[in-house]
């Protein structure tokens, strides 16, 4: 593509652009922590690691990345996270509430700029009509804002695993780049 094209579709849709190239979501979002010196954790359920895997796939991530919590589990998420039972037990595990909570108590317990807190039914059991295979809670919490919202994604584990986390690296990127215009 050429760069007035490129230019012309940075005016139009901005927010749709993330990166250039061979630019990885994960490298964008690097990029990002690490030229304003902020940090990430992340707390996983139903992506059982795979989200801070593809951090740490990037060169450097131990410039901003502090760790993560893979609380698959209820117990794990309660006693680790300090999600409230309450929530769990009136919301389910797989919930915007839980989710949020996630992502706010790694970030209290790893003392980190913004974090991601994600659960889900990665499937192909577990669903229901309610909640059926693919429905995943992404909370990203940052310095003054968090963002949560819930995805429905497909029905093969695999993909959904790699589609979360997708989307969890673009609402990390938004919400970095929503706090530095509030700035």
């Known amino acids: ?6 230019k012309k579709l940075e005016e139009i849709i901005p927010q749709y652009i993330w990166g250039y190239d061979d630019d990885t979501l994960e490298s964008v979002a690097g ?3 690490t030229e304003r010196k902020l940090s990430l954790a992340t707390a ?5 690691g795979y ?7 990037v060169p450097g991530s131990s410039a901003y990345f502090k760790g993560s919590i893979i609380a698959y589990h209820n117990s794990a998420k309660t006693k680790l996270l300090n999600v409230s039972g309450i929530s769990i037990n009136q919301y389910g595990a797989v919930s915007e509430e839980v989710a949020r909570e996630m992502a706010l108590g790694v970030k209290q317990l790893l003392f980190v700029d913004y974090a991601i807190g ?4 990665a499937g192909p059991e577990g669903g229901t009509r309610e909640k059926p295979v693919g429905t995943t809670w992404i909370s990203v919490a940052g310095k003054e804002k968090s963002l949560t919202k819930k995805f ?3 029905d093969s584990r695999e993909r959904n695993t790699i589609r979360a986390a997708r989307n969890a690296f673009m609402m990390l990127i938004s919400l970095i780049k929503q ?3 509030l700035s």
């Open 51 to 57: 989200i801070a895997h593809r951090v740490t796939s």
């Open 179 to 181: 706090e530095e215009s």
């Open 152 to 154: 429905n994604l497909a």
């Open 118 to 121: 994600i659960t889900g039914i």
């Open 31 to 33: 990029r990002l922590l």
């Open 1 to 6: 593509m050429h760069l007035q094209e490129i």
């Open 44 to 48: 996983e359920s139903c992506t059982g």
